[in-house]
């Protein structure tokens, strides 16, 4: 069974860095769409970044020239480093594979800009 394993969160100053990681295991035909998405405390569920075959981006605006999306198509990861870390950035962050015939979910990664 295909399931996305997730690491890379933690604690981090107002203005620090981190990075998430997304290794996807088991086989894979087709990758269409790579993404990660965040949810606050009280908050629904938002779109972070994702990335497409061929490399296209999107970025939410409240991310947009902070953090960078990119992929290994090799290894199946998706990568999400995030600078200049604000405190509404804390949240768990999730992320989200999509291909042919599938739409799988992380177990979701703390990040938490404190302090």
């Known amino acids: 069974q295909v399931q996305p394993v997730e690491s890379g969160g933690g604690l981090v100053q107002p203005g620090g860095s981190l990075r998430l990681s997304c290794a996807l295991s088991?086989?894979?035909?087709?990758?269409?769409?790579m993404g990660w998405y965040r949810q606050a405390p009280g908050k629904l569920r938002e779109l972070v970044a994702r990335i497409i075959t061929g490399g296209s981006t999107y970025y939410a605006d409240s991310v947009r020239g902070r953090f960078t999306i990119s992929r290994d198509n090799a290894k199946n990861t998706v990568y999400l480093q995030m600078n200049s870390l604000k405190p509404e950035d804390t949240a768990v962050y999730y992320c989200?594979?999509?291909?042919?015939?599938?739409?799988?979910w992380g177990q979701g990664t703390q990040v938490t800009v404190s302090s």
């Open positions: 088991g086989s894979i035909f087709s990758i269409n769409v």
């Open positions: 989200n594979i999509v291909g042919a015939g599938f739409d799988i």
